[in-house]
């Protein structure tokens, strides 16, 4: 089912906008011999050619929010005197790695009982962008988002449809398409 209604808001900033990266904060610990980027995995940012699309984790890592930001910081609860706040850039991954600005041309998501339609937030998400590439978000692992690429989708949504335990859990799936 195409949405243009009442997910429109959460991705209205998307429409005309071209993402370059995709990039996750972290910090640099300091404490291994050779200082290394740790991931904090709860959030994700996509980088436009002007800003920021900010997606989190929310509800225990059920349900993925957007928002659009002027730049990446790290969360409220960081102890900046301990941490070193720095991004990891994962934009080759799953945008290519040409340099070049790619618009998005569609939003696939599926929404289920824990999903909040007022406050727009959804169970996964997968981007696509021009030229093939591809981002999927599901933010339901311990560790925070889980990013992966073409077809993960599809595999997600198989294995969610299979475990009958989910279902009577989270609810049945409702999917949508979001085309700017």
């Known amino acids: 089912m195409t949405e243009h209604g009442q997910y429109e808001q959460v991705f209205a900033p998307l429409r005309g906008a071209r993402a370059w990266g995709v990039r996750v904060p972290g910090f640099i610990d300091r404490d291994d011999p050779v200082p290394r980027f740790a991931p904090m995995g709860d959030t994700v940012y996509l980088v436009f050619d002007e800003g920021y699309l900010r997606v989190d984790a929310r509800g225990g890592g059920g349900q993925l929010a957007f928002r659009p930001v002027s730049e990446p910081t790290p969360g409220a609860d960081w102890d900046l005197d301990e ?3 720095a991004v990891g850039d994962y934009g080759s991954h799953f945008l290519g790695d040409d340099g070049q600005l790619k618009a998005i041309t569609q939003v696939r ?4 009982d824990e999903s909040d339609r007022a406050a727009g937030t959804v169970r996964a998400a997968e981007i696509r962008f021009e030229y093939g590439g591809v981002l999927f978000l599901d933010p339901m692992c311990y560790w925070g988002i889980r990013l992966q690429g073409t077809g993960a989708y599809e595999r997600w949504l198989a294995w ?3 475990d009958s335990h989910r279902r009577a859990v989270f609810g049945r799936l409702e999917e949508r398409i979001w085309i700017p």
């Open 160 to 162: 969610e449809r299979e």
């Open 83 to 85: 941490d070193e706040f």
């Open 109 to 112: 998501y599926a929404l289920n």
